[in-house]
């Protein structure tokens, strides 16, 4: 690995490898921002869901006493 480092430009290797270096972590971080963002907005939506339901529950037990 060292000779191949060694073997490229010096252009290259100040240049280009951090470049595509910050372009791959940008695609990790964004993958990962998109990933926990996603769960999150399942989760909200799952708790809506829940939170209509009970309310359903207890407008029908209501509706049910009188």
Known sequence: MTELWKALP???RNI???IAAIIIAWWV???LVGIFF???G?????LVVV???AV???LVKKASKS
């Open 51 to 53: 939170a209509l339901g």
């Open 10 to 12: 010096g252009w290259v």
């Open 16 to 18: 280009v490898v951090p």
């Open 56 to 58: 359903v529950v207890i």
């Open 38 to 40: 996603g769960l999150l």
């Open 42 to 46: 399942m989760i909200i939506k799952l």
């Open 29 to 31: 971080l964004s993958a």
